[in-house]
């Protein structure tokens, strides 16, 4: 067992008092040298004359003095250290015993088991036992997990069955056929028109009208088909490639008529066209550069909020 800090201090304590003591005396001589000289003293060292008057000798006794109220302060605190130091062997001690006991009735066996292999072993099974709960909860979410792919695949399967799909097919090419006709749209290709996925390569101004056709046609589509949440639809100027009068009315025309009835359509266009929207609103935008009025704007807030607080 190494040194206590008390221990320690009362080694530095023991020192300091051993070389106050050893000062003391050295002091004590040169009074006892100071009172018998004469009143001038000559250091045979340096040199150097010194004078021998009563107020030097005094200065000597004072260091004395000090020198032994130091002692005395440095046993006083000898004492006290001393005693604490008993105080922390005893607990020391009481600490030795009270381990040593503790290691003898670790080391006790109760048949062929010690006391400490039997902590041991029943950690062991506590920490076994919320392993093996832990373990049982993950397994359970893994079956839930696994129960639910399968309804997936399932429910994928009834979406990739051909006969549906054949249906999908035809309904979207039934659809992008008369929107093209409609449309006017000169050398229709029926074949890439029965696709629904597909890159509209028509030119001129036939272009702008076929991408119309199909993106009405998969819209309608998509909203007859499936049951997911339908964003609604924007079309931005669709008067694209200098549309003849005849050809930009009929767009506009197919684009309200095709509107679905459970889903929105928002249409942005400069004019239009002598067409007539019947079930729908109309908004003229007078504001330059400004889509929405400043005094509408708390109104609309409270009616986008609700959507806003549920994303």
Not at 32 to 60: L, M, R
Not at 66 to 75: I, P
Not at 278 to 285: F, N, P, W
């Amino acid at each position: 067992m190494g040194p206590t800090a008390d221990g320690l201090l009362d080694g530095r304590l023991s020192r300091r008092s051993d070389e106050s003591v050893r000062s003391y005396t050295e002091l004590g001589k040169d009074y006892t040298y100071a009172s018998k000289a004469e009143a001038e003293i000559f250091c045979p060292t340096c040199g150097t004359v010194h004078d021998n008057y009563f107020t030097h000798k005094f200065s000597i006794l004072d260091d004395r003095e000090a020198c032994a109220q130091f002692l005395r302060d440095q046993h006083d605190r000898l004492v006290v250290v001393r005693k604490r130091a008993e105080k922390v062997e005893t607990r020391l001690h009481d600490t030795d015993a009270l381990i040593e006991k503790v290691s003898g009735t670790l080391a006790e066996k109760e048949g062929d088991l010690t006391l400490k292999e039997v902590i041991e072993n029943a950690s062991a099974n506590m920490a076994r036992g919320l392993f093996d709960s832990q373990l049982n909860d993950i397994r359970a979410e893994v079956d839930k997990r696994a129960g639910e792919i399968v309804e997936i695949d399932a429910e994928v399967k009834k979406l990739d069955d051909k006969k549906r799909r054949k249906e999908i097919e035809a309904y979207c090419a039934q659809l992008m056929i008369g929107f093209l006709r409609t449309l006017n749209v000169r050398k229709i290709d029926l074949d890439s028109a029965s696709k629904i996925v597909r890159k509209v390569n028509d030119t001129g101004s036939d272009q702008p009208r076929a991408v119309l056709a199909y993106h009405l046609a998969l819209m309608k589509t998509v909203i007859r088909f499936s049951s997911a949440l339908t964003a609604p639809m924007i079309i931005d100027s669709p008067n694209q490639q200098d549309q003849d009068t005849t050809n930009v009315a009929a767009m506009i025309a197919l684009i309200l008529s095709s509107r679905p009835d459970n889903g929105q359509t928002i249409l942005g266009t400069v004019r239009l066209h002598d067409q007539v929207v019947e079930d729908g609103d109309v908004i003229e935008l007078v504001d330059e550069l400004s889509a929405l009025s400043p005094d509408q704007y708390p109104g609309i807030l409270d009616i986008i909020n609700p959507f806003l607080a549920m994303m």
